[in-house]
């Protein structure tokens, strides 16, 4: 009954390639996120889909796309990978986009060699 | 935009003491401030938040304060445990409703 979940947990991969990185959640929640966390920890949002409509897109390399094929899934695809790239991605979701609790999934550690 | 300053960046404290750790944000029209714990390997997850229009919060060990004027708010814990032990992130959401997160906390519970 995990109420965030992403796949794959950990993603070992060589420069230039590409991979995706799913997440689902059961809560019954409209707004999903996207989070990267970097070697210092720090946490830096990505993308927001409210509905499956994208309302958050920060200054994000366009290698990085999200999509939402509904209101349950956030896919991260990210194209032409680089040594950069290597971090721990989150997703997350809540009710809503403003002053409700995110819930977190358990992360999914990407490696770019 | 806002900016999110956290400090410190480490704190040890003895077992049963208070732990206090502070943040200051740039944007006066954010409004919600919630506080988010990692234990090692692990997800964030909120242990507490506070809105604009409330000073204080508080649910047992652990309060937050607000100070809209001053733009800081802080993390109060008392009584602390080993399983406290964490990074403990505070963040602000800002007039677009994006939460930006301040830099990060290790405490260290020493028994």
């Known amino acids: 009954d995990t109420a965030v979940s992403q796949t794959p947990k950990y993603l070992v991969t060589q420069m230039g390639n590409d991979k995706s990185i799913k997440c689902e959640q059961n809560?019954?929640?409209?707004?999903m996120y996207w989070y990267k966390q970097d070697s210092k920890k720090f946490l830096k949002i990505m993308f927001s889909y409210n509905n499956k409509e994208l309302i958050i897109n920060e200054t994000v390399p366009n290698r990085f796309s999200p999509k939402s094929p509904d209101k349950a899934h956030l896919n991260l695809h990210i194209n032409s990978l680089e040594l950069g790239d290597s971090a721990v991605y989150f997703c997350?979701?809540?009710?809503?986009?403003?002053?409700?609790?995110?819930?977190f999934g358990p992360g999914t550690r990407l490696t770019v060699l | 935009g806002e900016n999110v300053e956290q400090h410190p960046s480490t704190l040890s404290v003895q077992e049963g003491d208070s732990a206090v750790i502070k943040c200051t944000y740039s944007d006066s029209a954010s409004n919600y401030f919630p506080w988010y714990k990692q234990e090692l390997g692990k997800r964030p997850q909120l242990i507490i938040d506070i809105r604009s229009n409330v000073g204080e919060k508080k649910d047992q060990r652990i309060a937050v304060t607000l100070n809209k004027t001053a733009k800081h708010f802080s993390l109060h814990i008392t009584e602390t445990q080993p399983e406290d032990s964490a990074v403990y992130f505070c963040a602000a959401m800002d007039s677009s409703y994006k939460l930006i997160f301040g830099s990060g906390t290790r405490l260290l519970v020493r028994p």
């Open positions: 809560l019954g929640h409209d707004t």
């Open positions: 997350a979701s809540s009710q809503g986009s403003v002053y409700n609790e995110q819930f």
